[in-house]
């Protein structure tokens, strides 16, 4: 169903008499653009907090225009959930002249990616439903009974002060001379209508703001308390003022309480869409998403409150608004889904789950919602919020299978789910799969990663002549001039800054190095942790620990296996697998489908259809002949048997490393993340 301003209300009423009986919701938006800044653009190697100052900073200047609700209700006498999907267009038309006026940005690429699928503009600009923050309209309805008590109007539940009471005008008004004829005309037309019994007002043509103004102070002034004066806006946007008759002080009274009544009704209606978010928050509902990290900010900025300054904030505010989320991509990408699921874009995921050993639940469309049934409108909102929720709850189901009975349906509330509860997917990042909204985020070892500055023109095959006698490299580029590098085999590490001698034209610094450059601590801080005795180590709050960690990069209070995860969800359901195969603790979660870096040349899994390995039983009859060989040139040659004993031991060494190196986990690392 497409919401605008026309059909809100309707839209509204439904949601309301539903959504607290329903099951989980389902998001999506559509923005105006992504980035507006290459300096904003997300890099492999950022921290949780790097990631969400480039965000918050450089995406939330575009507007969410288009915003997707499905609401999941589930039946447990005929087992099928009924949705009522909604396709909002949101737009912060102005309410008045001060009223909040947004600024926002465009991307063209992102313009042209929604006309490609069909976006209506002309529905959005002209229809788009108005919204407030909480902030804003409670600034704007104190600025109305402000208003309204100067005037002497009764504030509920508060008396009029009289520092809000306009002055009278004292004298006469000084009117510039080229506006005199014009207000003498006003005069002549007032008079006529308080001469006129059968005329109760009249309308006078629009005018500007300093005619108004004098329009006012010539009312008040010639014709004091028989007037009632004022000013309405035209369907063209045009501001005039009416003129009305007042037959009694006590009429005035009441007309100006009507008048605040309605200003305030206004504003109420002005608050649009943020009532939406509003009613989902107080439902306590789950909340599911797809790669959604930058739909969760765009909705906390645009109809909660402005974003706050940093990523421990920003955990807190998510969790006010929304308490409970799951991002299906961070589950498609965890064990046991990945598995079976070798791309977590939303519609290959949403096709892949339609085979074994996944069951689509039965879904069925509430009555009026017909739009969905079989078309396939990918990158409009209200689908893709269909869709999601749709794989949400075959993955959930899935998770079914490993109880002991197996069940046929997981509830939104089971334990099942909480490995993934509450986190969400971070783009384009190499070795911090989520942002943990709950807790402290993973902190990986990064001492196998190096900043590295060079001229302009470098490409990336200079940065693998550099790093040659390490092997094969990850390249994460900044900017023109500089790049992470990640190596492959993270045991050379230590070798880099020993072998890589400085150069004329680039700079080599270890990762940690760089990030205590660009952070450094507190002077006050340092001198403080010199003076101050040791203490004795304390348990930390969530708040507490992600603070350490951010203000002190370089000596992380806690470090978390990425294994943790995985490990959450053998615990729950490992020991009762039943039907299907138990879930392994110990197997990496969140790694990449394609892997992570490609395997060296000389390295083979063992394995491989068509790659045979030595079995141990040759290489230790070639080592026995190998030994011999080197006796017999002992004897022979006893000058040379410390250069001939280092050349056998070398070879030895090769054929060994055959045996020892090409696990799995060996050859999945450091390679391109899929596009998100």
Request: proline letters at 6%; a negative charge; aromatic letters at 10%.
């Amino acid at each position: 169903m497409d919401v605008t301003r026309k059909n809100f209300k309707e839209a509204l009423g439904v949601i309301s008499s539903v959504l607290n009986d329903s099951s989980f919701v389902a998001i999506d938006g559509e923005f105006t653009g992504l980035h507006y800044d290459s300096r904003y653009m997300p890099n492999a190697f950022d921290t949780p907090e790097e990631r969400y100052q480039k965000l918050r900073q450089g995406s939330v200047d575009f507007l969410l225009v288009q915003f997707g609700l499905c609401i999941f209700k589930y039946n447990g006498k005929s087992s099928k959930y009924t949705v009522y999907p909604f396709n909002f267009y949101v737009f912060p038309t102005p309410l008045n002249r001060h009223a909040p006026d947004p600024r926002f940005l465009c991307q063209s690429s992102s313009i042209d990616f929604l006309v490609s699928h069909n976006f209506d503009f002309n529905k959005l600009f002209r229809e788009g439903i108005p919204y407030l923050t909480s902030n804003s309209a409670r600034t704007m309805r104190e600025e109305i009974l402000q208003k309204y008590a100067g005037q002497g109007v009764t504030i509920p539940n508060k008396e009029p002060s009289p520092a809000f009471r306009t002055p009278q005008a004292k004298g006469p008004i000084i009117i510039p001379d080229e506006h005199k004829e014009f207000i003498n005309q006003i005069v002549a037309k007032t008079e006529q209508l308080l001469k006129d019994n059968d005329r109760t007002s009249i309308q006078l043509d629009p005018c500007n703001g300093f005619q108004r103004k004098l329009i006012y102070q010539t009312m008040e002034t010639k014709f004091q308390t028989k007037l009632i004066v004022e000013t309405k806006t035209g369907e063209k946007k045009e501001r005039y003022i009416e003129i009305t008759k007042a037959t009694s002080e006590e009429d005035k009274r009441k007309r100006d309480e009507l008048k605040m009544q309605a200003d305030l009704d206004e504003i109420d209606d002005a608050i649009g869409f943020s009532k939406v978010i509003d009613m989902i928050s107080e439902s306590g509902r789950l909340v599911v998403g797809h790669n959604m990290i930058l739909d969760l900010m765009h909705t906390l900025d645009q109809f909660s409150c402005r974003l706050p300054d940093n990523l421990i904030e920003f955990k807190n505010m998510s969790h006010c608004v929304f308490h409970r989320v799951v991002d299906t991509k961070v589950m498609a990408s965890t064990h046991p889904f990945k598995e079976f699921i070798m791309n977590s874009a939303l519609n290959d995921l949403h096709s892949r789950l339609q085979d074994n050993p996944f069951v689509p639940p039965s879904i069925e469309m509430a009555s009026n919602f017909n739009g969905y049934k079989k078309a396939e409108n990918y990158h409009e909102a209200g689908y893709d919020a269909f869709i999601t929720g749709q794989c949400f709850a075959i993955m959930a189901n899935f998770l079914g299978t490993f109880m002991d009975p197996p069940k046929h349906r997981v509830s939104p509330s089971s334990q099942f789910l909480e490995p993934f509860m509450n986190k969400i997917h971070l783009m384009r990042s190499l070795d911090i799969p989520y942002l943990n909204l709950n807790g402290p985020d993973l902190q990986p070892s990064r001492n196998h990663v190096f900043h590295v500055t060079f001229p302009k023109e470098w490409r990336t095959s200079d940065l693998h002549q550099l790093f040659s006698p390490f092997g094969s490299i990850y390249v994460g580029w900044i900017g023109d001039t500089e790049a992470f590098v990640s190596l492959y085999k993270a045991a050379e590490a230590s070798m880099v800054m020993k072998t890589i001698k400085k150069g004329e034209n680039y700079t080599v610094t270890p990762y940690k190095n760089f990030k205590r450059g660009v952070y450094p601590e507190d002077n006050a801080e340092k001198e403080r942790k010199i003076v101050s005795p040791p203490q004795e180590e304390k348990s930390l709050t969530v708040a507490e620990m992600d603070k350490a960690n951010i203000e002190e990069p370089g000596k992380r209070k806690r470090r978390i296996s990425s294994l943790e995860a995985d490990a959450e969800v053998a615990v729950l359901m490992g020991t009762v697998a039943k039907r299907k195969k138990p879930m392994d603790p110990t197997v990496a979660p969140f790694v990449s489908r394609k892997g992570v870096k490609p395997p060296l040349p000389e390295v083979t899994e063992e394995g491989d259809p068509g790659v045979e390995i030595e079995d141990k039983d040759k290489v230790k009859e070639k080592h026995e002949d190998k030994v011999k060989e080197k006796d017999e040139v002992e004897s022979e040659h006893i000058g040379t048997s410390k250069k001939v004993e280092e050349e056998i031991d070398n070879k030895e060494g090769k054929k060994e490393n055959l045996l020892t190196e090409g696990t799995d986990e060996d050859v999945k690392m450091f390679e391109e993340c899929e596009s998100w």
